[in-house]
Structures are given as structure tokens and as C-alpha cells.
């Protein structure tokens, strides 16, 4: 495994780790809507992340202007990300909001590689794919029968296509930082730029639904750690390893967030994760052993 390829690796699984604490952080601040949360998390840390890269951005704003159609759509995507995720949740339930979304990117990922960049995936990367995403779905079949609720919401297939949004922006803006940074822009640039476009978008609903995080120290607890390590820290290692591995690579590797969340919830929240799902957790932590064991790519000609 090359080394630059194996550290990219190694910064999108801690990435996905410290995005899977997000959900054991948000039950310290029950009162904080998940809308707010997602504002916060992504608008405030979308902002850090450009102030962090602020003289990067200023001396390659001659390229980022070339490159401003991939920008705008990464940016738009990045506001509409957490809006459609959360929403996907509250219409159609925990269980189909996370499967539909988590579980779509990497396919979602892996077609826009196809239509837009004539790549061909590997039958190595399919099965990996494929054995990922029957792990979620069965982590969070037996996190919804362990709380006893039930699989859906009241408006599921408004949530199982929110969701799908969902899982369509994920994709879509990992897709457009890499490929600035495939035509030279820095990765935290490319991230900064596009993320702090993103935050300023989602400001307006940050405006209207964050009154919650200044009722207690607690909830403003839970939106600086949201805005400060999962959004800003894991999206500035997710950049890195953007800049070192396809972006369907990348979205498959992140499947270990929802792992992370359950064993979280386990031993902090004091959940009970059934047998289902600790078979769950087994196949995704196989599915990212098989894909990063090797991953070769196949350009169409």
C-alpha cells in the first residue's frame, strides 16, 4: 500500500470516527433541534474551516475563480447536506434517514466517478461496497428494535427521498474538492473555500433555529464541540485524504461512522446494541478491510 495513499486512508476513518460522535453529543443538548445541530455543526465549522485556510484562499483566488462552477456546487451542497439528512430522519425515522443516506453516497459516489470521469470501479470495491452497506442497514435495524420504536416516520417516502438528497450532496461535493484538487488547489483550499461558501448558506437557518444553544452551558457545549471537532478537525482530515484517494473510496471508508455512533451509544449512553447489530458492526469493519486492503481503478479510454 503507498504511504501517501495509506496516511489518506488512515485521515478519512478518523474523520468518520469523529463524525460518529455527533449523535452521543447531541443527547447532552435534548432541547437543540436537529436542524440547529446541523447548522451549527456544519455552517460555524464551514467558517473555521475558511478562516483556517484564509491566506490559501486569498492567494489562490485566481485558480478558485477558474474553478468557481465546482465551488458554487460544492458549496450549495454542502448547505443542503444537513438539511436533507436530518429532515430524511425526522420524516421517515432514525433507521431509514441514516440507511438511505449513509448507505447511498458511495453508490451515488461511485456513478458521478462513472458519468463524469469515465471511471470504472473494481469488483473488489462493489463487494466492499455492497457488504458495507448491508452492515449499516443491520446495525440500525437492531438500534431502532433495541429503543423499541418504530422503522419509520409518519412521511417516509418524502424522508427516503430527502434522504437520498442527502446522500446525492455528500457525494457530490467530496466529488467537487477532489477534483479541484486534481487541478492544483491545496486541499485545505479546496476545502476551506467550499466549506465556508457552504456555512455562510446555512447561516440563515442557524439564525432561525439555534436560540436553543444559548439557553444552558450544556447545549453551547454541544454546538462549539460539533462546529469545533467533528465539522472543522474532520473535515479538515477528510480534505487530506481527499487529496490522496477517489472520492468513492472515500464515501465507502466513511461508513464507519454509524459504527463509531453505536458502540458510543453503548458505552457511554448505556444503549443495548443486539446481536444483529454487533453483526453489523462486523461486516462494515470487513468491508474496509476488503477495499482498502487494495483498491485498483480503471479509466475508460
Known amino acids: 500500500m503507498p504511504k501517501e495513499?495509506?496516511?489518506?486512508?488512515?485521515?478519512?476513518?478518523?474523520?468518520?470516527?469523529?463524525?460518529?460522535?455527533?449523535?452521543?453529543?447531541?443527547?447532552?443538548?435534548?432541547?437543540?433541534?436537529?436542524?440547529?445541530?446541523?447548522?451549527?455543526?456544519?455552517?460555524?465549522?464551514?467558517i473555521g474551516q475558511a478562516l483556517w485556510a484564509a491566506r490559501g484562499i486569498v492567494r489562490s483566488r485566481k485558480a478558485l475563480w477558474d474553478q468557481r462552477l465546482l465551488l458554487v456546487f460544492g458549496a450549495v451542497a454542502?448547505?443542503?447536506?444537513?438539511?436533507?439528512?436530518?429532515?430524511?430522519?425526522?420524516?421517515?425515522?432514525?433507521?431509514v434517514g441514516t440507511v438511505v443516506t449513509i448507505g447511498?453516497?458511495?453508490?451515488?459516489?461511485?456513478l458521478i466517478e462513472y458519468v463524469l470521469d469515465r471511471t470504472l470501479l473494481t469488483l473488489r470495491w462493489s463487494i466492499g461496497a455492497v457488504v458495507g452497506v448491508v452492515g449499516?442497514?443491520?446495525?440500525?435495524?437492531?438500534?431502532?428494535?433495541?429503543?423499541?420504536?418504530?422503522?419509520?416516520?409518519?412521511?417516509?417516502?418524502?424522508?427516503?427521498?430527502?434522504?437520498l438528497i442527502g446522500g446525492l450532496t455528500y457525494a457530490l461535493y467530496s466529488w467537487t474538492a477532489r477534483r479541484m484538487m486534481l487541478g492544483g488547489t491545496q486541499s485545505s483550499v479546496a476545502m476551506g473555500a467550499?466549506?465556508?461558501?457552504?456555512?455562510?448558506?446555512?447561516?440563515?437557518?442557524?439564525?432561525?433555529?439555534?436560540?436553543?444553544?444559548?439557553?444552558?452551558?450544556?447545549?453551547?457545549?454541544?454546538?462549539?464541540?460539533?462546529?469545533?471537532?467533528?465539522?472543522?478537525?474532520?473535515?479538515?482530515?477528510?480534505?487530506?485524504?481527499?487529496?490522496?484517494?477517489?472520492?468513492?473510496?472515500?464515501?465507502?471508508?466513511?461508513?464507519?461512522?454509524?459504527?463509531?455512533?453505536?458502540?458510543?451509544?453503548?458505552?457511554?449512553?448505556g444503549e443495548r446494541l443486539p446481536s444483529l447489530g454487533w453483526a453489523g458492526v462486523v461486516l462494515v469493519v470487513g468491508s474496509l478491510a476488503i477495499i482498502t486492503l487494495r483498491f485498483p481503478r480503471k479509466s475508460r479510454r
Not at 438539511?83 to 425515522?93: D, I, K, N, T, V
Not at 485524504?241 to 458510543?264: C, D, F, K, N, Q
Open 136 to 163: 449499516i442497514v443491520l446495525i440500525c435495524i437492531a438500534e431502532n428494535a433495541s429503543h423499541g420504536a418504530a422503522i419509520g416516520g409518519d412521511y417516509v417516502l418524502l424522508g427516503v427521498l430527502l434522504g
Open 78 to 95: 454542502v448547505m443542503i447536506y444537513p438539511l436533507a439528512f436530518y429532515g430524511s430522519m425526522r420524516m421517515a425515522g432514525v433507521t
Open 194 to 269: 467550499t466549506f465556508g461558501l457552504g456555512g455562510l448558506l446555512l447561516l440563515p437557518v442557524l439564525i432561525m433555529t439555534g436560540a436553543p444553544f444559548f439557553a444552558s452551558w450544556s447545549n453551547a457545549a454541544v454546538g462549539v464541540y460539533m462546529a469545533a471537532v467533528p465539522m472543522f478537525l474532520g473535515y479538515i482530515a477528510f480534505g487530506y485524504g481527499l487529496a490522496r484517494v477517489a472520492a468513492s473510496m472515500a464515501t465507502v471508508l466513511t461508513l464507519l461512522e454509524p459504527v463509531i455512533a453505536a458502540l458510543l451509544a453503548v458505552i457511554i449512553v
Open 5 to 46: 495513499y495509506a496516511w489518506g486512508v488512515i485521515a478519512i476513518l478518523f474523520s468518520a470516527t469523529v463524525w460518529g460522535t455527533t449523535g452521543t453529543a447531541a443527547t447532552f443538548a435534548p432541547d437543540v433541534s436537529a436542524a440547529a445541530i446541523g447548522a451549527a455543526a456544519m455552517g460555524v465549522g464551514g
Open 104 to 110: 447511498s453516497a458511495p453508490l451515488l459516489s461511485a
